[in-house]
């Protein structure tokens, strides 16, 4: 895991802000945002709804959403894992299957 943050823990509204300015990373928290998304449509075999869970969007219309009673936590799982290690230039497509 690439992270020692406890699990059960949200981030704050302004943990990546915060993260962001000690870094000294001049960019905004939707920057952050659009480019996981675009990594993962573009980089990645990753579904494009495990993808939007993990930003905490809405997928689909009412009824969609009605019957989409689980939780994909093990596909987000391996998904952040994929992005982690992507960030820290430690991502080998030859160890997932999920990654161009």
């Avoid at 996981?36 to 905490?56: G, N, S």
Wanted: with cysteine; net charge positive; hydrophobic share 40%.
């Amino acid at each position: 895991m690439c992270s020692r943050a406890r699990a059960w823990r949200p981030l704050s509204l302004t943990a990546l802000n915060y993260c962001r300015e000690r870094m000294g990373v001049h960019v905004t928290t939707h920057g952050f945002r659009a480019t996981f998304r675009i990594w993962a449509a573009q980089e990645t075999f990753h579904e494009h709804e495990i993808a939007e869970k993990a930003l905490a969007h809405l997928v689909g219309d009412e009824v969609h959403r009605a019957y989409q009673r689980g939780a994909p936590l093990e596909k987000r799982r391996v998904l952040m894992e994929d992005w982690c290690a992507y960030l820290t230039g430690k991502l080998d497509p030859a160890q997932s299957p999920f990654v161009r």
